[in-house]
């Protein structure tokens, strides 16, 4: 798990309980289950009502972006197409099959199946490309999803409010049952507000983030990839990722 998304997660939810009990409140005070049937339940409707099975399916794939750790750094990437490169050089691109098969990147993977496969190097190119278009699109159409339910939930936790506040009023005879109408009211309204800017929109805001550093790397594979269908000089291989590598970091 990435441990920067699961100490924001902690950091912010912690903030609202710790700030809840220096009031003098406590964690039964925001645990309403109506109030979370009402936000979560209905954000949840709401977002299933607005997009496609596929575009919610790249929702629940993309949470490895949110949470999970990065896999490989692009200086990594880089060493490891100028070693397969060296090894191509050497002994000739089918000496490669064996490797292929043991790297775990399935972009840099499927690119040098291509080469190996004698596939031109512009339809390497136009291949590979055309693959990375499709994977920007499905991240945007996620990222889409968790900012449309941060829309949703603060609306849901309004409504929540104000059906508490419906019951305050048909209980306004009866005292001692206003207090929990008014909960209700003000509960939904936190787990609204709370899960859009704590939850949701982070969460979008992050795959977006980490689409960027996926492309970065794409596109610095597709480079390597050209290279070693070319045999490239690994000097030339190298100057040429460097290129892609001044904002992370040079070869060694």
Do not use: C, W
């Not at 490891?80 to 990147?105: H, Q, S, V, W, Y």
């Not at 690119?111 to 490309?129: C, K, Q, S, W």
């Not at 939850?199 to 960027?212: N, T, V, Y």
């Amino acid at each position: 798990m990435s441990i920067a998304a699961f100490l924001g997660l902690i950091i912010g939810v912690s903030a609202v309980v710790v700030g809840s009990i220096a009031k003098g409140g406590g964690i039964a005070h925001l645990a309403q289950l109506a109030a979370a049937l009402i936000v979560f339940g209905g954000t949840f409707g709401a977002t299933l009502l607005s997009f496609s099975t596929a575009d919610l399916l790249n929702a629940a794939r993309s949470l490895d972006m949110v949470f999970g750790k990065r896999r490989y750094s692009p200086l990594e990437i880089a060493e490891d197409i100028i070693d397969i490169l060296i090894k191509a050089r050497k002994g000739g691109l089918l000496i490669l099959e064996p490797t292929i098969k043991n790297i775990e990147e399935p972009f840099l993977r499927r690119g040098l199946t291509h080469v190996i496969d004698g596939m031109p190097p512009a339809m390497i190119r136009e291949v590979l490309y055309k693959e990375i278009d499709t994977y920007e699109e499905n991240m945007k159409s996620a990222a889409k999803v968790f900012d449309a339910a941060g829309g949703y939930a603060p609306a849901l936790g309004l409504i929540g409010a104000i059906l508490g506040l419906i019951l305050v009023m048909r209980d306004i005879a009866y005292p001692e049952k206003i207090g929990a109408g008014i909960a209700l009211a003000f509960v939904a309204t936190i787990y609204g507000i709370g899960s859009a800017y704590l939850l949701f929109f982070p969460m979008g805001k992050k795959i977006m983030s980490r689409l960027k550093e996926e492309i970065f790397v794409r596109e610095l594979i597709v480079e390597g990839v050209l290279g070693v269908e070319k045999g490239m000089n690994p000097h030339f291989l190298k100057a040429r990722l460097n290129a892609f590598l001044a904002e992370k970091g040079k070869l060694r």
